[in-house]
């Protein structure tokens, strides 16, 4: 069973940053590309950066948080963070993260993100 615990939201202003942790319990997580999903209210959830598997040479970015936020990986701690710069109140959303197509396992608990004055 695989089990995904993410942290680090909270309430920031705009032009805040804030640094997501998500703790994987996936033996084979070095194996698996991961990524960094948000969902906010009433709306679907959506990917908004991925990381290839290894060393995470590889990443791709939505449009909308392309050059503000920046997914890494750390395989030793089996760890995948996502740090945000220059926060937008239309960030504001539950984020989560998972594997990537038919590696999506259950979903954690979420991190809050309220980008507000």
């Known amino acids: 069973q695989v089990q995904l615990v993410e942290s680090g939201g909270g309430l920031v202003q705009p032009g805040g940053s804030l640094r997501l942790s998500c703790a994987a319990s996936?033996?084979?997580?070095?194996?698996?590309?991961m990524g960094w999903y948000r969902q906010a209210p009433g709306k679907a959830r959506e990917l908004v950066a991925s990381?290839?598997?290894?060393?995470?040479?590889?990443?791709t970015y939505a449009d909308s948080v392309r050059g503000r936020f920046t997914i890494s990986r750390d395989n030793a701690k089996n760890t995948v963070y996502l740090q945000m710069n220059s926060l937008k109140p239309e960030d504001t959303a539950v984020y989560y993260c998972?594997?990537?197509?038919?590696?999506?396992?259950?979903w954690g608990q979420g991190t809050q993100v309220t980008v507000s004055s």
């Open positions: 996936w033996n084979i997580f070095s194996f698996k590309p």
């Open positions: 990381i290839s598997s290894g060393s995470g040479a590889s990443t």
């Open positions: 998972n594997g990537l197509g038919s590696n999506i396992r259950s």
